[in-house]
């Protein structure tokens, strides 16, 4: 990789000490207004619900500050702890089915050359470009015939969608595994299923994260795929959020406010744990897709 | 080798082929079809032609929903690619509270469409409050509305390809554009931005995509409100499907005459900036 080149050495400053001073203030100003927008709706969360609207900027007191009435309303009408093991459970299996079966068939589809392992291929990536909506009706009444519409049928659906980016990533780097150690492990007898995870799945281990934390992050925030397959009977977060919104008459705001800080804590936890993998994978899925 | 490991299709490739087919392939070959079709499932189809297409093109919902959604792709890949770019620029002088600065830019683009959506709404409504109006009065405060949330999500993903792509600039080749006696705004434009045209691709390609299958963010801010009017493509399709009894057929075409976009618009964008690429 050129790019670790410069990047161990310290960057030379380039600019003088009082730019370097403008370019700190500025870029502090900016992080506050991106911070802005989380603080406002945890601020807000504590407020009682016909509070929220008319003055949302407003800091909550006496008279405003609901305590935790908001979350113990949330939480009643939306379900969300039942929402967000849900979330958890399709999130963590579909990521793992993916990674395991994509990895074996692009090992598999780059390993044997004929014409139909390239037709295969082009379709994959193909499937990369498709819009969701081009499928999503036959696909969710496919799904209801097929008894899918439930957790663990949906992982087999995140499989097939996931499998475009996936498998074409897994493709460009099995071409970077050199093809002698598979050989040497086949001439000392190992078969093809044992090799390929004692040889090549460990070579491809750091392109398997980068994949596993894109399809995560793409599996948690999905909404429109779960809602079609499991509607309101197994809610995932954003279906739960998007409930409370759905009901007749007029939103409860201070509800709603609770749910969004309880959808985001688990995330914002999740990034500052694992933020060099999650930047090092987006930045190395982009280059690669 | 080959033809050892060729036996185990079963095993490798098996799998992923069927979930594929079912969830993807069978689907879209369907959806192909069922564009010429009258149906309420899938089961009952009956052929009409371009019966479907027609009655989209005709549609008011479906062309103002394809001028939102053109207008909405053009100003969120300027805007964003451009402050996006400034502030990977920004960041790779190695001053004090980079990495802060980095993880504080990045971490919207980790929060779904549906909670981000919910977010901004609350702002843009509370703003708006102070003037007397909200989201739901005219579709322009929805544009303007979808451009922050849009800019607020994405700008940080960008700049993070941005920073990589400066980073991999020879500093020699920067060094030498300044003995050479080229001033900053020479070399930002002769020298810094050629050399990260592949990131400029790269960034051009998502937020295009994005911004034009943009769903979430759209049904959880205005929903399409004031009635239809700032609703994008993705949810005029929705809302089609399953929002107007009989109109299933028509969904469909619409999805299709979508995917032939999304499809048309990428590649095209693809071939014009890899050509623009310089080896480093």
């Known amino acids: 990789m050129k790019a670790k080149k410069n ?52 800091l909550p007191d006496g008279e405003t500050f609901a305590g935790l009435t908001n979350y113990i309303d949330g939480v009643s009408k939306t379900g969300l702890p039942s929402a967000f093991c849900y979330s958890l459970f399709i999130t963590v299996f579909s990521v793992l089915v993916i990674v395991f079966f994509t990895s074996m068939i692009a090992w598999y589809i780059t390993r044997v050359k004929t014409w139909w392992t390239k037709m295969l ?50 493709c460009g780097f099995v071409k970077a595994v050199p093809i002698e150690m598979e050989e040497a492990a086949m001439i000392d007898g190992s078969s093809p299923i044992k090799m390929f995870f004692l040889v090549v799945f460990p070579m491809l281990k750091p392109t398997a994260i980068t994949i596993a934390i894109l399809n995560a ?27 409370l919104q759905g009901g007749y008459g007029s939103i409860d705001m201070g509800a709603m406010m609770a749910m969004l800080v309880l959808a985001m804590i688990p995330i914002i936890v999740f990034y500052l744990l694992c933020q060099k993998h999650i930047i090092k994978g987006v930045t190395a899925g982009a280059v690669k897709g | 080798m080959q033809k050892a490991i060729k036996k185990y299709f079963p095993v490798f490739a098996l799998p992923t082929l069927l979930a594929f087919f079912i969830s993807f392939l069978l689907p879209f070959l369907m959806g192909c079809y069922l564009s010429f079709c009258e149906f309420t499932t899938v089961t009952d189809a009956e052929f009409v032609g371009i019966e479907n297409y027609l009655k989209a093109f005709q549609d008011e919902n479906f062309l103002n929903a394809l001028i939102f959604t053109v207008k909405f792709t ?74 922050v949330l849009m800019n607020w999500q994405m700008i940080g993903y960008m700049m993070i390809i941005y920073v990589a ?34 990131s400029v691709t790269i960034c051009l390609f998502l937020v295009l995509t994005n911004s034009f299958k943009l769903f979430d963010q759209n049904l959880a801010l205005t929903a399409g ?28 075409a619409k999805a299709v005459v979508f995917f032939v976009i999304v499809a048309v618009v990428a590649l095209t964008q693809l071939y014009f900036t890899r050509r623009k690429e310089v080896e480093n």
């Not at chain 1, 793409?218 to 739960?240: E, R, V």
């Open chain 2, 74 to 147: 053009i100003v969120s890949v300027l805007s964003i690619n451009i402050l996006a770019f400034f502030l990977a620029l920004a960041l790779t002088k190695g001053i004090k509270g980079t990495n802060l600065f980095r993880t504080v830019f990045f971490m919207p683009n980790l929060i779904g469409g549906i909670v981000l959506g919910y977010i901004w709404q609350l702002i843009i409504n509370g703003v708006l409050y102070k003037f007397g109006a909200t989201l739901s009065l005219d579709a322009k405060y929805g544009f303007w509305g979808l451009i």
């Open chain 2, 225 to 252: 409100a004031p009635g239809r009017s700032s609703s994008m493509l993705a949810l005029d399709i929705f809302d089609t499907f399953y929002g107007r009894n009989g109109w299933e057929g028509v969904g469909q």
């Open chain 1, 7 to 58: 990047r161990n050495e310290a960057p030379a400053l380039e600019v003088s000490k009082s730019t370097q001073a403008v370019m700190i203030v500025v870029l502090a100003i900016l992080s506050l207004v991106f911070l802005m927008p989380i603080f406002v709706v945890l601020m807000n969360s504590f407020k009682g619900k016909f509070y929220i609207s008319d003055a949302p900027f407003a």
């Open chain 2, 165 to 198: 792509g400066i980073q991999n600039i020879s500093s020699d080749i920067i060094e030498a554009a300044k003995i050479d006696g080229a001033n900053k705004v020479q070399t930002l434009f002769r020298v810094t931005i050629p050399l990260v045209m592949p």
């Open chain 1, 217 to 243: 992050m793409w599996i948690w925030n999905d909404y429109l795929l779960p809602y079609l397959l499991l509607g309101t009977d197994y809610m995932t977060i954003p279906i739960a959020i998007q409930y």
């Open chain 1, 121 to 170: 291929y082009y379709m994959f990536a193909f499937a990369m470009i498709v819009p969701f909506q081009m499928v999503m009706f036959p696909m969710s009444k496919i799904a209801n015939i097929l008894r899918l519409d439930n957790p663990v049928g949906i992982l087999v659906v995140y499989l097939g969608f996931g499998a475009g980016l996936s498998v074409f990533m897994f």
